[in-house]
């Protein structure tokens, strides 16, 4: 197995996103289980202190960014205020998409392909997206007033979600985002119709 060489022209150490997108490079091609750390550090230029220094772990360098996607998702949702909750839900994975997709432009799919594809990590996927799912359902019951372990809001996050995993299969499949505003259209069947429900659980 051949390491890439360190990037020419700024060291690739330097930044946290540099090594970041090096390393889902390396994962990509060889598969979570085959890419050692040693291979990251070599094909980075970086040496084990400032690699655990940015991410304290293989694992770290995997879900970092999900992660702060998650937290972009519950930022926007904050900040959604006073517009129907569908609609807010919607606005806030779209913006905090795009907000993610203008943090690493270059390997943004690269990265969805890795944690969808590779068998090593279905099992820490499949627990990562629930907590993505849970945070559109703790918003909505928060603002529609229900339990936040209700069916109804668990069934919302659940389809969110899903919802939104097929947009970037999709667009991973065609190998580009083609629009990020075509994901908006891509959920707004599934919120308008949730909407529905909702205003109906209120006029109940």
């Known amino acids: 197995?051949?390491?890439?060489?360190?990037?020419?022209?700024?060291?690739?150490?330097?930044?946290?996103?540099?090594?970041?997108?090096?390393?889902?490079?390396?994962?990509?091609?060889?598969?979570?289980?085959?890419?050692?750390?040693?291979?990251i550090m070599a094909a980075g230029g970086v040496g084990r202190s400032t690699l655990f220094r940015y991410f304290g772990s293989k694992a770290g360098i995997v879900w970092g960014e999900f992660d702060r996607a998650v937290e972009r998702l519950r930022a926007a949702l904050r900040d959604a205020g006073e517009v129907p909750v569908m609609t807010a839900v919607?606005?806030?994975?779209?913006?905090?998409t795009r907000l993610s997709q203008a943090a690493a432009p270059d390997s943004w799919l690269d990265r969805f392909r890795v944690l969808d594809r590779d068998p090593a990590l279905v099992g820490e996927a499949a627990a990562h997206w629930r907590v993505w799912a849970e945070t559109v359902s703790r918003y909505v019951a928060e603002r529609a007033g229900l339990d936040v372990d209700a069916p109804l809001s668990a069934a919302i996050g659940g389809a969110v979600q899903g919802a939104y995993v097929a947009v970037l299969r999709l667009w991973a499949a065609a190998g580009e985002v083609v629009d990020i505003d075509e994901l908006d259209s891509a959920l707004r069947p599934v919120t308008d119709a949730f909407q529905v429900v909702l205003d109906g659980v209120a006029q109940g």
């Open 1 to 39: 197995m051949t390491t890439p060489r360190p990037r020419r022209g700024r060291p690739p150490a330097s930044t946290r996103e540099a090594l970041e997108e090096i390393a889902f490079e390396l994962l990509l091609r060889d598969g979570y289980e085959a890419t050692t750390l040693q291979a």
């Open 90 to 96: 919607r606005s806030a994975v779209v913006g905090s």
